[in-house]
C-alpha cells in the first residue's frame, strides 16, 4: 500500500518522518527499556517536539491539525519498531485527550488540551475497575455532588500512565440504579509519579495543575510485553472534584467512553499491525541471510509460504484498519469497522509473531532478535480496548442490528 487510494503526499511526508524517528531514536533502545520496563521520558520529549503527541488536534489548541489518517500512520510505523512507544502516543492521545476535545467546554479545551496536546503533561484514561473489565458498566466508583464539587471515591486497574500521567478522564457513578444513564466522567489532576525525572528533563509535568488531595496511583504493573509503557492501579479516596470539572452532562459518561473506544480500537488496529509488519520485516530480512543445508532458508518452499500468508494477511490487515479510520475521518458511524479491524489486526499480531520466531528458529527465542520483544508486546492487543470476545460481541450486535433495521 505504498501509493494507497488513502495517502496524500502530506500522509507519506508524515510516514518518512516518523519511520525516520524510530528508526533513529527508538530502535537502538527498544529492547533496554524493555528489559528495564523503563518509561521512555527522553523519546517522550522528542516525540512531543515532533507534534507525534497532538496530531489529531487544532494548531489552536496546540496539536499538528493534521487528519486521523496521519494518526493512525503514526501508531502504525511507531509500532514497526517498538508497541511500548505507539502506545504511549495512542493512549495519551486517543484515550487521554480526546474526550476532551470531543466532549469539553470551550474552558475545560483551552485549560487542558494544549498541557496535553504539545506533550507538555501526559494524560491517561480511567474506566476499567477490579470488578468491570469487560463489563465497563458495573463501574463501582462513585462522585457525589456536594456543592460545588464532586466527592469521588473508588479506583481504577491496568491504567496506561497511571503513574506518569497528570490528567485523568475517570468515570464514576453519580446516579446510583440508573445503569449505564448513572454513570459521569470528570477530569482528574495529580502529580506524576516522576517528578524528579520529569523537572530534569523539563516535561511531564506542569506546576500550574491542580493535585487533587486523595487522588494517587499504585505500584507499577510487572507486565509481559508493552513494559516500557507505565501501567498503574488509580485510587480516588475522598477526592473534591470540583463540578467544573464534569465532562459533558452528568449520565453521558459511560455513553462518551463507548464512543471513545471506538477510536482507540482503530489505534490499536494500527498498532498491531504495525507490530505484525515489525515482525514480518525483520523475518522476510533473515530468511535471505540464514543458511541451512548449503542454501538460504528464503529458498525453502516452506518458508516461502510462511511469508506469503503473513505478507497476504498484513495486506488484508491495512485496508481494514485505514477503511475504519477513512469512516471515522469522513463521519460515517465505524464502531462495526472498528471491531472488525481490532480483532483482525490483533489476531494477525499474534499468528505473525508465532511465525516470526518459528523462522528465526533458536535465535528468535533470545533477545539477540526483536521478534521474542514482538510477540510479548502483541498479546496484550486482543486484551485492551476490549477483548476478542468483546469485539465479536460489538460486531454481531451490529450485525444483527442491520438485519432488524
Ligand atoms: C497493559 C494494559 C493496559 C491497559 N490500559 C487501560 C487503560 O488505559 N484504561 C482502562 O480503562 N483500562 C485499561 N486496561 C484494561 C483493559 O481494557 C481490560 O483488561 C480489558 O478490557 C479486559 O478486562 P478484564 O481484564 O477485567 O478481563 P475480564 O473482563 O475479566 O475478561 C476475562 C475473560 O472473559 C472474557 N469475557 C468477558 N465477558 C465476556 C462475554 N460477555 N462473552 C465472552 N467472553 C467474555 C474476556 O474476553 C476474557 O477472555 C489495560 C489493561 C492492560 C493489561
Request: proline share 3%.
Amino acid at each position: 500500500m505504498e501509493d494507497s487510494l488513502y495517502f496524500s503526499e502530506q500522509h507519506l511526508a508524515v510516514r518518512n518522518m516518523v519511520r525516520e524517528f524510530a528508526r533513529g531514536e527508538v530502535a537502538p533502545v527498544a529492547a533496554e527499556l524493555d528489559a528495564k520496563a523503563e518509561f521512555p521520558w527522553a523519546n517522550v520529549k522528542k516525540m512531543g517536539e515532533l507534534g507525534l503527541l497532538g496530531i489529531p488536534w487544532p494548531e489552536e489548541l496546540g496539536g499538528a491539525g493534521l487528519d486521523l489518517l496521519s494518526y493512525m500512520i503514526v501508531i502504525n510505523e511507531m509500532a514497526k519498531i517498538d508497541a511500548s512507544h505507539a502506545i504511549t502516543i495512542s493512549a495519551h492521545t486517543t484515550l487521554g485527550t480526546s474526550p476532551i476535545v470531543n466532549f469539553g467546554t470551550a474552558a475545560q479545551k483551552k485549560r487542558y488540551v494544549p498541557l496535553l496536546a504539545t506533550g507538555k503533561v501526559l494524560g491517561g484514561f480511567g474506566l476499567t475497575e477490579p470488578s468491570a473489565g469487560s463489563d465497563a458498566a458495573s463501574t463501582r466508583s462513585t462522585a457525589v455532588r456536594k456543592g460545588s464539587h464532586y466527592v469521588l471515591n473508588g479506583s481504577k486497574i491496568f491504567i496506561t500512565h497511571g503513574g506518569v500521567g497528570e490528567i485523568f478522564i475517570v468515570t464514576a457513578v453519580t446516579e446510583p440504579g440508573a445503569g449505564t444513564k448513572g454513570i459521569s466522567s470528570f477530569i482528574v489532576t495529580k502529580e506524576s509519579s516522576d517528578l524528579d525525572k520529569t523537572k530534569r528533563l523539563g516535561i511531564g509535568h506542569d506546576d500550574s495543575l491542580t493535585s487533587m488531595r486523595g487522588f494517587t496511583s499504585g505500584k507499577k504493573e510487572d507486565k509481559l510485553g508493552w513494559r516500557a509503557s507505565d501501567t498503574r492501579s488509580l485510587v480516588f479516596e475522598d477526592v473534591e472534584v470540583p463540578a467544573e470539572n464534569l465532562l459533558g452532562e452528568e449520565g453521558e459518561g459511560f455513553n462518551n467512553f463507548m464512543r471513545t473506544l471506538d477510536s482507540g480500537r482503530v489505534g490499536i488496529a494500527a498498532l498491531s499491525l504495525g507490530i505484525a509488519e515489525g515482525a514480518f520485516e525483520h523475518s522476510l530480512r533473515y530468511s535471505t541471510l540464514r543458511k541451512q543445508f548449503g542454501q538460504r532458508i528464503s529458498s525453502f518452499q516452506g518458508i516461502q509460504f510462511q511469508l506469503a500468508d503473513i505478507a497476504t494477511e498484513i495486506e488484508a490487515g491495512k485496508h481494514l484498519m485505514f477503511h475504519a479510520a477513512w469512516m471515522a475521518q469522513n463521519k460515517q458511524p465505524f464502531s462495526k469497522q472498528a471491531a472488525i479491524a481490532k480483532l483482525y489486526c490483533s489476531e494477525l499480531a499474534m499468528r505473525t509473531t508465532i511465525k516470526a520466531i518459528q523462522i528465526h528458529g533458536g535465535y528468535g527465542y533470545t533477545k539477540e532478535y526483536p521478534v521474542e520483544r514482538m510477540f510479548r508486546d502483541a498479546k496484550i492487543c486482543e486484551i485492551g480496548e476490549g477483548t476478542s470476545e468483546i469485539q465479536r460481541l460489538v460486531i454481531a450486535r451490529n450485525l444483527l442490528k442491520e438485519l432488524a433495521d
